[in-house]
C-alpha cells in the first residue's frame, strides 16, 4: 500500500526562493532541479562534495541530487525555483 500510495501522491509544490548576497549558495534537501531566470547571472555552479564544477549557464535548470550546493554568483538578483521531486 506504501508503494502505491507514493506513485499516485501529489508532487510536491514548487518553491521560490529568498535569494541572497552574491556569491549566493542553495543545498538542495531533496532531488530536483532549481531553474535560474532573469536578473544579471554571470556563473553558476554545482558543488557535490570537495567538487565544485563550473556549468557554464548563466540561466535555466541546473539538475540536485540532495545535499548537492548551487553557487550563484550575479550583479542583478535572480529569481530561483526549487521543484523537489520528492520520495
Not at 508532487?11 to 549558495?25: C, F, I, K, Y
Not at 535555466?60 to 523537489?84: M, R
Amino acid at each position: 500500500y506504501l508503494w502505491f500510495s507514493q506513485l499516485i501522491a501529489p508532487a510536491p509544490p514548487l518553491v521560490a526562493e529568498t535569494v541572497g548576497v552574491s556569491p549566493w549558495s542553495f543545498t538542495a534537501t531533496d532531488d530536483g532541479p532549481i531553474f535560474v531566470q532573469g536578473g544579471t547571472v554571470s556563473k553558476i555552479q554545482l558543488i557535490r562534495g570537495a567538487t565544485t564544477i563550473d556549468t557554464g549557464m548563466t540561466q535555466g535548470q541546473v539538475y540536485l541530487s540532495k545535499g548537492d550546493i548551487a553557487k550563484i554568483t550575479y550583479t542583478v538578483k535572480p529569481a530561483v525555483t526549487f521543484a523537489a521531486v520528492g520520495s
